[in-house]
């Protein structure tokens, strides 16, 4: 096969742990809305590209020779901003191999605490999560018209260098809200650029819950982290008088236990099971403010 060249829509945070894990395979594009963020991206190893819902020159060109798609770009009322604009430039592209979509496990909703994995019913409650059903809909419908594998990863709270219950302890944004009952699935940003390689590399399409397996309550990681810093933890603050915004509120309005099954299936063996051998390895690296190893203790 002649050599790689991945193209991401939304070249994030999960975008970036990906583009870091590529150890030189291949080419690498990224997407971004604001210019000031091409200096990050090409720290990365990625180079950026400006996307604003646009089909631009520069893009078109480099779908040309893109073999690897990753999505990663939020849904909007109108629709995916992607397939908005570039359906039928996908549909063309003459060196295209494989396409992924990063989804989130929101598209389950509620389910009282219960385990659900890629056979369970989507039942979404926001409606963002609404758009993410409709947004999956449409990459594997434009995958099976121009036959090729689409990758559907849904990924639960994401976290890694950076962005941690550690990094909130430092800062002082650290919470323990207390809602009885509930729990969260995480996942590690190497392990979200793990899957990512692993179903690439095997050219595999299909819906992949890409979580850890270890859903918990999201006050015992707060509670977890402070005792690796050797700090008291938090308060705890009864969920029904946090001061919360809209959304973070209605994340707790969803509570389940979600499985990996398919992603094992496939193949894939994850780095950081549960969070707290991930926490373990931040700490002990050094690397859990931006991902850069130091000592532990040294405070900025």
């Not at 631009?56 to 901003?81: C, R």
């Not at 990459?139 to 594998?149: A, H, M, N, S, V």
């Not at 996942?187 to 992949?208: E, V």
Request: glycine content about 10%.
């Amino acid at each position: 096969m002649s050599e790689k060249q991945i193209l991401i829509f939304g070249a994030g945070y999960s975008g970036k742990a990906f583009a870091r894990a590529s150890k030189d395979a291949g080419t690498i594009l990224g997407t971004t809305r604001a210019t000031e963020k091409f200096e990050a991206l090409r720290q990365a190893g990625i180079q950026p590209l400006l996307f604003d819902s646009a089909l631009t020159l520069e893009i078109s060109d480099a779908l040309e020779k893109t073999t690897h798609l990753v999505v990663s770009v939020a849904p909007e009322e109108a629709g995916d901003p992607v397939l908005n604009a570039a359906r039928q430039a996908i549909a063309e592209m003459p060196a295209l191999e494989w396409i992924a979509y990063l989804s989130t496990v929101g598209v389950y909703g509620d389910h009282g605490g219960g385990w659900v994995d890629e056979t369970a019913e989507c039942r979404p409650v926001s409606e963002r999560s609404m758009l993410r059903v409709a947004a999956e809909q449409d990459w594997l419908k434009l995958g099976r018209d121009i036959g090729r594998p689409v990758a559907i990863l849904r990924l639960s709270g994401i976290y890694g260098p950076g962005r941690n219950a550690l990094v909130n302890l430092e800062n002082g944004t650290a919470r323990r809200l207390i809602k009885p009952g509930q729990v969260f699935n995480r996942i590690h940003c190497d392990d979200i650029a793990g899957a990512l390689w692993h179903l690439l590399k095997a050219n595999r399409g299909g819906i992949f819950n890409v979580t850890d397996d270890l859903p918990a309550p999201p006050q015992d990681v707060v509670t977890y982290a402070a005792g690796l810093m050797g700090v008291t933890p938090p308060p705890e603050i009864p969920f029904e008088t946090a001061q919360l915004s809209p959304m973070a509120r209605s994340f707790y309005g969803e509570n389940k236990r979600v499985a990996n099954t398919a992603i094992k299936a496939a193949g894939y063996r994850f780095r950081f099971p549960d969070y707290r051998r991930a926490f373990d390895h931040m700490w002990a690296e050094g690397n859990w403010r931006d991902g850069e190893a130091r000592s532990p203790m040294k405070r900025s």
